[in-house]
Every structure is written in structure tokens, then in C-alpha cells.
């Protein structure tokens, strides 16, 4: 009965953390994209851009979801960044991103995208997650304190079922932007 609660809460638009969340169609895939559009007045752009842009350092950032990341090499622009992520009732899994930082104006930008044509020995027990997309867009507002705005779409891989992912995904997005919201948050 929970899990119900939790899929009914996430469909379509809500907020949580200062975020207005919209839940995106499913894609072809059976990926159903999340974007997040925070005003954060305490979060000083600076910190959380400089958390953001550590692609080795989102175990410090989401140490609810990552176990442990790092950068394996670093090609042109954009880096690949191993990670080992863990969620409750599936088995952990690992992902290999290419990230990359950018800037739109004032605003800095990292995104990511599943790095699916390197190949790497998965750890016995964990499954290797086939997409994950996302970014952070981080960017200064006049009246102080941030705009920004989380995109994901995820797919775990393995025999997850799909309403356990969406429900999942909605209570994993609000203990993201509630660490992205106080590991930025101004001393």
C-alpha cells in the first residue's frame, strides 16, 4: 500500500524542497525523465557549483545513493567517472558517466551520459545501470542564493520492476536535492 502512495505522489508535477518537480513522459526506453527547478535564496552559487563540478567527489554530495566514485581518465572536455551506486531493496550497481562542465551565460552547467561503449568487469553481486542522463544547471539569481535545475533520466538494469523504479526515483530525486540544497548551503 506505501509503494502505491509513493507512485501516485510523483506522477505528473509537485514540490519538495524548494523544487517544482515534473515528472516527463516515459520515454521509448521505459525511462521516465525528472527535472527539478529549485530557488535556493541560502544556497551560495559557489559552493554548490564547486560540488557539482567534483566529478569525484558525488559520494560526499549524494552519500545516500553513491558508495564511492572516481575519475578513470580524462579525454578532451570530459572526464569518465566510475561510480558505485547503492538504493534500497535492489542490488547496487555501477555506472560509467563521460561528464563534462560548461557554461550557458553566467550559469554553469554539468551534465552526464552512461559511458555504454566502455566496457568494465561489473563487481560479483552489483549490475551495471544502462542509462543514466542527467545534469546540474547552476546559476546565480539577483535577489541572492541559486536557480537550479536537476534533470535525470535513469534506468537501473536488471529485473527491476518499472513501478518499483518510479517510486524509487521520486523519494531517491527529493534526497538529492535536499543534499545539493545543504552541502550548498552558505556557513
Known amino acids: 500500500m506505501v509503494v502505491w502512495v509513493a507512485i501516485v505522489a510523483i506522477a505528473g508535477e509537485r514540490v519538495a524542497e524548494g523544487c517544482q518537480i515534473v515528472t516527463q513522459p516515459t520515454q521509448a526506453d521505459g525511462v521516465t525523465p525528472m527535472v527539478a527547478t529549485c530557488r535556493w535564496p541560502e544556497v551560495d552559487p559557489a559552493r554548490l557549483t564547486a560540488k557539482v563540478s567534483?566529478?569525484?567527489g558525488y559520494d560526499t554530495l549524494l552519500p545516500h545513493a553513491i558508495v564511492a566514485d572516481r575519475v578513470v581518465r580524462v579525454e578532451g572536455d570530459r572526464s569518465l567517472v566510475w561510480q558505485?551506486?547503492?538504493?534500497?531493496?535492489i542490488a547496487d550497481r555501477e555506472v560509467l558517466?563521460?561528464?563534462r562542465r560548461s557554461t550557458e551565460g553566467a550559469c554553469t552547467v554539468v551534465s552526464w551520459t552512461a559511458a555504454t561503449e566502455v566496457a568494465w568487469d561489473v563487481a560479483e553481486g552489483r549490475v551495471r545501470a544502462p542509462r543514466n542522463d542527467?545534469?546540474?544547471r547552476v546559476c546565480a539569481v539577483?535577489?541572492?542564493g541559486v536557480e537550479a535545475v536537476h534533470t535525470i533520466a535513469y534506468d537501473p538494469g536488471g529485473q527491476v520492476?518499472?513501478?518499483v523504479v518510479r517510486a524509487a526515483q521520486?523519494?531517491?530525486l527529493d534526497k538529492v536535492l535536499a543534499s545539493a540544497r545543504?552541502?550548498?548551503?552558505k556557513p
Open 161 to 163: 520492476p518499472g513501478f
Open 142 to 144: 539577483p535577489e541572492g
Open 134 to 136: 542527467g545534469s546540474w
Open 97 to 99: 558517466l563521460w561528464m
Open 182 to 185: 545543504a552541502v550548498g548551503a
Open 84 to 89: 558505485h551506486q547503492t538504493a534500497p531493496v
Open 170 to 172: 521520486g523519494g531517491g
Open 54 to 56: 567534483d566529478f569525484a
